[in-house]
């Protein structure tokens, strides 16, 4: 699952048209923790979406694979 989420993480990046330093200016989030998460070396906090989901102008729950984000919209 760590993977999943790193790729939708780096899609919404990628379509923002945001660069990683951007990101990290935006975010607070430093760099190499930026980088080791994109990499699925470490998971995302649940503050780190929200904070990239801002700074991309995507919905947190577009980070979510497809069935984990479909039982938390029914839970």
Known sequence: MLGAIAEA???AIR???LGR???V???GIPYSTLSRKLTGKAPFTLTE???ISEA???SPSSFMPP???SAVATA
């Open 9 to 11: 993480v780096e899609r």
């Open 15 to 17: 379509d923002s048209g």
């Open 21 to 23: 330093r951007t990101i």
């Open 25 to 27: 200016e935006e975010t």
């Open 49 to 51: 979406l929200c904070l």
């Open 56 to 58: 991309t102008g995507v």
């Open 67 to 69: 069935r984990a984000g």
